[in-house]
């Protein structure tokens, strides 16, 4: 019964911030590294970011190292994105999901323009 909720998108301007979210039940969320993935209509989706189980060992795309941030409260069990200095190419579906699981949650969209 796992479950991955996204939110947190919208719509943005070039250089704008969002916090993206992504709320996991069903499985030992703490002893699971996460990640986030986007993927762009007509795309492949894209890796973006890897977070370690405890949240000491980060890994980043090199299109968004030095812009987004990749976080954890286990507490929460939930998965966060924070997102910086935003550009058109960063449009698209955000999604969450566990390392070692083959599950997938809706997405949150996020359009940045002008």
């Known amino acids: 019964q796992v479950q991955l909720v996204e939110s947190g998108g919208g719509l943005v301007q070039p250089g704008g911030s969002l916090r993206l979210s992504c709320a996991a039940s069903g499985f030992t969320f703490s002893i699971n590294a996460m990640r986030w993935y986007r993927q762009a209509p007509g795309k492949e989706r894209e890796l973006v970011a890897t977070?370690?189980?405890?949240?000491?060992?980060?890994d980043y795309v090199a299109s968004v190292k030095g812009r987004f941030t990749i976080s954890r409260d286990n507490r929460k069990n939930t998965v966060y994105l924070q997102m910086n200095s935003l550009k058109a190419e960063d449009t698209a579906v955000y999604y969450c999901k566990a390392v070692s699981y083959i599950y997938w949650g809706q997405g949150t969209q996020v359009t940045v323009s002008s």
């Open positions: 977070i370690s189980s405890g949240g000491g060992i980060t």
